[in-house]
DNA sequence: TTGTAAGCGTTATCAT
DNA sequence: ATGATAACGCTTACAA
């Protein structure tokens, strides 16, 4: 049905030869202007549009970039991935999304998948299963360039953007304690994403800095961070079950935020009053009305921008890259 | 830096030719278990993986489907393309993203982007922008497989996924006339999408079914459907400074509910009180709070699947397709 | 200035 | 059962 114009079909007309029409049509200056005219005209004329196909074969490049998320449905996530789409679409890159659901499994199918030569790059943020990262290192060592964002791995040497995350887990902790509560619980998800290690210490931090000391019967997991609501429920069951329960909680994920809200609506725990509730997110939404959650809210499309801005500059190099940033952006406190 | 591994590559190690070993790979029966056994081994063993690239430019297709929305983070979209990417990944295509930001140039630009022949089909929801259809009709005609979901044009005559738009703002719409409200404006994006048109269509069959006279006055467009914090504002402005001033409104829209509801905030217009509002949002932050908002929620997830199912039926298709469906589904009212 | 031919990785056709 | 060759659409030495 489809059938596609190409440059033979352009040169057969013509009377030229293929490499002639080819020249023509990128301009090279070693063809007569009569010629070149000619060509490009009759080009536009019926439309001829190179394929990419073969020219990704040719060049050995898709001008695609895959992006491994967990979620797409997920306002930090949504968000980045504009940033990523907003750089990629100005550099004529395309844009592969791929989900892990926060799989392991999952997240190394993606990742071969995408990689078995289809694109360019790969942008990723690491499922909260992902503990093993030899599938991302295998392809790194082999030459596929990956740039890191928010749930980095540092055994792999390349850039990495994140939020500041130690910082706005240290300001919404410290939110809650100058606002008077003293025993603030916190709720994260996996224990060795890098995220949860960063808000951890900023958790920390923030006690240790006002003089609280650290309950590890106050600190709760939830491995599959906020998408498995009997995960959360049980988590904050178990807080609320201590004989020393905790008067607030700090909670460390976009998704285990509303998660978190979600357990105390069901549970009729009233939010603030029962419980004082901060923590990660970056829904707009709850921005906007914000009854009763203080949020920690990262420049996700920032994050998106730079990394793809990064990715395209390790992709567009023309000598091995020897140096790698790690950049933090600020995050902000949206208090109510 | 990467090299792959062709079969080429396999070919001279094992002294076989190029043929012989492609199909080996392929299982032909055509080939002696030794060679095959040999050859298979040998593949796995160098980590052998058909480069897609060729394999596209052999077969004419990608493997890879096109998205185009107007903007990825937006609760409704993000819920759409989880189910897209949800079929995509079982039936192994790449779902390429694309945003248009309601705007009609950019959606040319990235349909084209997306369409020559570097996608096996296409996935849309219009641009709120968009009246000429003609880029697409272009590209329809020529073969390409489209499906519509959400914004759809009736023009093109192919597969559509949509919600029951028109029963849904009845459904809306009633529901504040049976809250007691008689004055019910309409705020909507642009006048020409398909969406608005259903909204308003249910919008005014539920005014006079409940013996309400529509009022031209009380419908208000924002053809940049939310997106121009100022078009929010002063369509809301301009219908509070009518000398008969609506006591709710109905909203047509994701982006046009959270806008108008931040408006209000910002104006200090009170809801309810001032003002009552009911209107189709997807957020689950704002299902989980709904403070203010009745709200109409599209089910964008299973719409993103079937959109999905049936733009890969089309592009498997080894005939062309005669008969077309349009696929209305049930949305659900969200009261608090 | 233009044409010829080889090559990107794969598969299909036609030998052998 | 296996190999040689052409083809998919394009670019680029190398010739002319």
Redesign the interface.
Known sequence: ??E?VTIKDIAKALGLSTSTVSRALRDTHEISPATKKLVIDYANKINY??????L??KE?R?K?IGVVVS?????YF??A??GI?SIA?DKGY??????THESFEREVV?VN??A???VDGLLISLSSQTKDISHLKFLHE???PIVFFDRVADEIVTHKVIADNEKGAYQATSYLIESGYKKIAHLTSSSYLSISIERLSGYEKALKDHGIETNRDYIKYCPHGGMLYEETENAIKELMALKDKPDAIFVAGDRLS?GC??VF?NLKISVPGDMAIAGFSN????D??N?SLTSVRQPA?EIGRLATEMLLKLIEAKY?VEEFEKKVLETSLSIR
Chains 1, 2 share one sequence.
Do not use: C, W
């Open positions: 049905m489809f596609p549009k190179p394929n990419p196909i073969a990704s074969l050995r898709s695609s979620e797409v449905a997920n306002s949504s968000q991935i504009d789409e679409y395309h844009v592969i999304i791929s989900q993606n998948h995408l078995s030569r289809s082999k030459g596929l509303t809200l979600s609506k829904s707009d939404v709850l906007l009305f009854p499309y091995p």
